[in-house]
């Protein structure tokens, strides 16, 4: 009984402390949108061409080929990964630091009200206090699909669908 305690606790806080980090990267930031038909729209003739298209591919790309040299590489995949999460941990700071220390807490990151514990009451589909290994894999599949909301298939569905 202990143990399933310390791993419902363990469980519990990972799920809590994942929230926030799914609500901090959901505000992503500017380079990392989706395209409005707007922005696709150069011309803003009401409709969206190929060269378009291209264009604005070729856009993206030069805004992360910082080296010019028409390769998106390694350091500049992650030169661009380190940008956006220093930008979103600045917005969780910001929104979340209540002390006003620059740094954040495991109590300033808690979810508030009782959401954790509802999420925890969520992955323990049959009620029995803890979270077996098949609620566990079951709660990460649903909040993986849960985060790929918008981003492509969902369901293992073709994109042709």
Known sequence: MKHTTFIAAVIGAAV?????????????????????FS??????????????????????????DTDGDGFFSEDEAVAAATARAKERHARMVERLDADKDGKLSLDEMKPKGDRGAKMFERADADKSGGISEAEFTEMTKKMEQHMRKGHGPKDDKPAND
């Open 16 to 36: 809590s402390i994942t929230g926030t980090t799914v609500l901090a990267e959901r505000a992503g930031s500017e380079g990392h949108k989706r395209p409005s």
């Open 39 to 64: 922005d696709l729209d150069a011309n803003a003739d009401g409709q969206i061409t190929l060269e378009e298209m291209q264009a604005h591919g070729a856009a993206r790309m030069a805004k992360v």
